[in-house]
């Protein structure tokens, strides 16, 4: 079964600086999707970056950007220029086959 | 355009009580998902269901009972409600054939 691992329960960043947020996952597909959501103190889950595992090439959204290892089967997200706004409870996720997976969750906290 | 909507967004219940909690979406998506959400488990699957009248369990299916009966809502019931099921409940649908689940607001029950 796959499984999808986020070893950070908690991360820290100062306004402005660079942050990178850690997951791993295991399957035995080849064919899949990975996503980060991001969930503020309103609860609503937001998507905040796609990929596809047939893509190499490590999607950009903004500020927000993923390191695909799709060997090591670890899909990290990165934010740079940290905002007070980034504050929030971020969900590493797998999906194939119409299901999504989710890690534990990293709670990141961005001081001023 | 509403999107995806719950309600009720806040439910108290007594434990052995029938409570339903309601799905409505507006973008005719055929997939809908129900998850739980629990502090350090991230977000579990309920229920599925991929059109009208075909659901599916996911990975914590006991005492609860979906329905379909139109591409729009998608009814989540606690048949008798027991206090481990006390916890913040997320509806989703899915675009199209890339994965992405897109999330309602969440609806937060405790039962007493």
């Known amino acids: 079964a796959q499984t999808v691992t986020q070893s950070q329960p908690e991360m820290s960043v100062q306004e402005a600086e660079t942050v990178t947020l850690s997951c791993t996952y295991d399957t035995s597909e080849s064919d899949y999707y990975l996503f980060w959501y991001k969930q503020p103190p309103s609860r609503q889950m937001i998507l905040v970056i796609r990929?596809?595992?047939?893509?190499?090439q490590n999607a950009t959204e903004n500020r927000f950007s993923v390191n695909f290892q799709k060997a090591a089967k670890s899909f990290s997200l990165k934010i740079s220029d940290s905002q007070l706004g980034d504050a929030a409870m971020y969900f590493c996720a797998y999906g194939q086959g119409g299901k999504l997976i989710f890690g534990q969750g990293t709670e990141l906290s961005v001081k001023p | 355009d509403a999107g995806i909507t719950q309600s009720p967004r806040y439910k108290i219940t007594e434990t052995g009580r029938q409570v339903t909690l309601m799905c409505h979406q507006t973008?005719?998506?055929?997939?809908m998902f129900w998850y739980r959400q629990d502090l350090g488990h991230g977000l579990r699957l309920i229920y599925y269901s991929a059109a009208a009248d075909i659901t599916d369990k996911g990975e914590v299916p006991d005492g609860y009972v979906v329905s379909r009966s139109k591409t729009e809502n998608f009814p989540l019931t606690l048949e008798s409600a027991t206090r481990s099921q006390t916890s913040v409940y997320f509806c989703?649908?899915?675009?199209?054939?890339?994965?992405?689940?897109?999330f309602g607001p969440g609806t937060r029950l405790l039962v007493l």
């Open positions: 989703a649908s899915r675009v199209g054939e890339l994965e992405t689940q897109y």
């Open positions: 990929q596809e595992a047939y893509k190499q």
């Open positions: 973008w005719s998506h055929s997939y």
